[in-house]
């Protein structure tokens, strides 16, 4: 499917966690082949709107509408806390998982595989780790694995909760690299980060998000101190 048609548009989204309101009518339209910061103070909702979007989670009330036909073109990593590094799998079996759209859930994985993988695992610096346990990575090494699986998707819309929280500068440094060539190719990717520096150096957009949408657009333009101060006077 073509990338230009990956569009995905917010009008209206709430969402409500027990009877408390996370999200408060988030309207808003993802541009095609942007790289989009989600920005907001701790329990502002900015994992809620991620899942929303993947569609692990329903809205309460509020419309998406996506032109994205086919689920394997939407990535999804979740925050670190929510992986179970305890569960027996090794490194190639985690970045197969990418490649289920094209090899089936049941089919285990064939020669012409392989080389996918090992090319995965080679583009975030994982060459000869095939056969390790989580168990057996740091926790740079694990989010390295992860945005290896995203790279066998191979899919045109990535969102990522928080991927670079407790990881080393090394590994940051790296992942920013592999995020910006993914933003050169034209992929469309929407971050949850709390790393102000981070979002100004290389992310052009931004969404505020503080239970309600505080501001969006350029990123220098979003995090100005007037924004920060209304979103914190939200949650």
Known sequence: MSAAKLTITLENISHCYGGILSLDQISYQFATGSLTAVFGP???????????????????????????????????????????????????DVVAMGLWPKIGVFRGLGRDDLPLVDDALAQVGLVGFNKRCLTELSGGQLQRLFFARLIAQQANFILLDEPFTGIDANTTKDLLGLIQRWHQQGKTIIAVLHDMTIIQQFFPTCLLISRKLVAAGA??????????AKAAFNV
């Open 42 to 92: 701790n329990g502002g909702g900015k994992s809620t709107l991620l899942k929303i979007i993947a569609g692990i989670l329903k809205p309460t009330s509020g419309t998406i509408r996506s032109h994205i036909k086919y689920i394997s073109d939407l990535a999804y990593l979740a925050q670190g806390k929510d992986i179970d590094r305890t569960f027996p799998i090794h490194v190639e």
């Open 219 to 228: 990123s220098d333009d979003v995090l100005t101190i007037e924004n920060l």
